[in-house]
């Protein structure tokens, strides 16, 4: 594999091969060394969790990170996006982690890639978050050895999110046996790509296995967008007796960042079902997979 953009080209062996790795990793403290490569990460959105543990899987492999800021880079100036991209490939980097608010950004970079010059997508707009939907399995891995026999339900902004998206696919893509898409209905998706859309938070939680909260994104609210935060709190909020419809060994993910008290009570955030800061270490590990894997180890 030369670039990672997106879960939907991964089939079920390199979804597989992708998580021991990454397993693997995690359980050991000798990673292979990759020192002769130069990574930068080029966000255009902001980021914490995603960023800084693309950064520390570089480092991990050896692999010096070259700061780039996109505020302060030639694009204030005027440069547009492939020619500060073309530039830094002229001064010899050649793994990029690129985030950016324009959806399938990288069919423009595509063609600017020597051989030899890596691309992952670390998010763009509502489409794709390839990344997260690995370290997400990574994680149910480790809590649900049948995962194809479980129930997932995933909750909240379904149609702006690219983590749901993702997700969606890799489950298909594992086949998994009930997956349940829980949003309001101005928030559901124009368009499936696996699972069942509902408007009911009591019918996705009930008898689930997992449970995927999901961030409510309001930076990509168009005008008719915007939903009564207080009914959404009303309605679909995690809460301790919400969750008891769910199985007692149920477990609770976020991709990040948390708003406490909206998508999800803190009393759920930071209880016994919750697997949310495993995700983020996890993060570090399935990135270093990823990152061993374009590097050809
Ligand atoms: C997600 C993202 O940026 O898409 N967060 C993340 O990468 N950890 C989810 C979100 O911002 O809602």
Sequence with gaps: ?????????????????????????????????????????????????????????????????????SAGSSESKGEVFQDTFSNLVAMGLDLFVVRHRQEEFYKILLPLCPPGVHLINAG????????????????????KPLLPDCKVAIVGNISHSRVAKSLQFLFQQIGLRDLVLVAPPLWQPSSVIFGKVTDSLEEGLDNADVVICLRIQKERFLNDDHLDLDTYIR???LTASRLLAAKKDVIVMHPGPLNRGLELDSEIADGKHSCILQQVTNGVFMRMAIIDWLLGS
């Design 1 to 69: 594999m030369t670039h990672l953009l997106n879960v939907d080209t991964l089939n079920f062996e390199q979804l597989q091969r992708l998580v021991e790795r990454a397993l693997l990793f995690k359980g050991k403290k000798a990673w292979p060394q990759h020192s002769k490569h130069r990574m930068a990460a080029l966000f255009y959105e902001n980021s914490t969790r995603t960023r800084i543990s693309f950064e520390l899987a570089a480092v991990n492999l050896s692999i010096p990170v070259i700061h780039f800021d």
């Design 124 to 143: 763009d707009g509502a489409h794709a978050h390839p990344s997260q939907a690995l370290l997400d399995l990574m994680t149910l891995r480790e809590h």
């Design 235 to 237: 309605q679909f909020r």
